[in-house]
């Protein structure tokens, strides 16, 4: 699948997946600006001090697009700062899980590629994320410029969040993608109007409610890969009416608390959200989250932009 300007994060492989061809190329320590001549690859290193401590973003660049390094840096310590603050919970504490795993060079390392043509299993797909090495031995977020040019971070900006948010799927898809947009609406995060209608545009809200509506829980992507966008769509408006039902404080304290699960399942998410408040989350989630006809929430919910805005 190969998708270009605007791209869709349904169509990015998530976290999990499948695994994948690597690229021969050795990451040159510490350089800015450190040329390959036959690969034309840039690397840049950017520390970043956080909360936990200091991550490095690695930034890989196999495209002529060499402006893109500082920019991408900027936006992922806008993010990771904002995730930090809103979450009140370190990103080093958050990502712990993913780097659990991984040997001891590669903690404690955001790495992001740009390359001009992204293959998985020599399918181009634009774009895949492979920070806890599930895709194989090249660890990072791998992305096409045409994916993620200058000014349209969403995508990025969703594949970040997924160092906090992977599972259920239902719940972090919606989450990572829902985050860009609160987080600016509160101040949290800084993005300009062109950035911020690309983090909405990914949302997927114009796509039609296919004839067999099945709910976020089954996880619908991977029993037919065409309902991918409708799943996005479903997964971001779940987030708003959580938002919603619970409040500010009792949306930062639920994604804290998911945060901090160690393994969760959408049995756990609900337990997790009677803790908050004790509410019929089954009724009200029904239909978007659990089977059983549209309750509370009609299935055309969260669809205007102005409705959005109220929350
Ligand atoms: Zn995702």
């Given at each position: 699948m190969i998708f270009f300007r605007?791209?869709?994060?349904?169509?990015i492989l998530g976290i999990l997946g499948i695994c994948f061809i690597l690229t021969i190329f050795v990451l040159p320590t510490?350089?800015?600006?450190?040329?390959?001549?036959?690969?034309k690859s840039v690397q840049s290193n950017f520390p970043l001090i956080l909360r936990g401590g200091e991550v490095q973003v690695v930034i890989r660049n196999?495209?002529?697009?060499?402006?893109w390094n500082q920019y991408a840096f900027e936006k992922t310590k806008g993010l990771l700062d904002a995730y930090e603050s809103f979450i009140g919970v370190s990103f080093h504490q958050a990502a712990a899980p993913i780097y659990k795993s991984l040997p001891e060079p590669e903690k404690n390392k955001v790495k992001l590629i740009l390359k001009e043509a992204v293959f998985l299993n020599g399918t181009r797909i634009g774009g895949y994320n492979n920070v806890s090495g599930d895709l194989g031995k090249d660890l990072g977020i791998f992305m096409e410029p045409g994916i993620?040019?200058?000014?349209?971070?969403a995508l990025l900006l969703h594949e970040l969040g997924h160092f906090y948010f992977t599972e259920p799927s239902w719940l972090s898809e919606g989450i990572v993608s829902f985050l860009p947009y609160l987080l600016t609406k509160k101040g949290t995060l800084k993005l300009d109007s062109e950035e911020l209608s690309a983090v909405m545009d990914?949302?997927?809200?114009e796509e039609a409610r296919p004839p067999k509506d099945l709910p976020l829980s089954q996880d619908f992507r991977t029993l037919d890969p065409s309902l991918g966008l409708w799943f996005y769509s479903k997964a971001v408006r779940t987030q708003m009416i959580l938002y919603k039902e619970l409040g500010n404080a009792g949306y930062k304290s639920f994604l804290k608390q998911v945060t901090l699960a160690e393994t969760l399942n959408t049995e756990g998410v609900f337990k997790i959200l009677n803790k908050i408040q004790k509410k019929n989350w089954d009724h009200i989630l029904q239909g978007w989250v659990l089977?059983?006809?549209?309750?509370?929430?009609?299935?055309?919910?969260?669809?205007?932009l102005k409705e959005i805005d109220k929350l």
């Open positions: 605007k791209p869709k994060v349904g169509q510490f350089s800015q600006a450190n040329k390959k001549s036959q690969t196999e495209t002529s697009e060499k402006d993620v040019p200058r000014g349209y971070p990914e949302w997927s809200l089977a059983g006809p549209y309750a509370v929430y009609p299935v055309n919910s969260f669809l205007q």
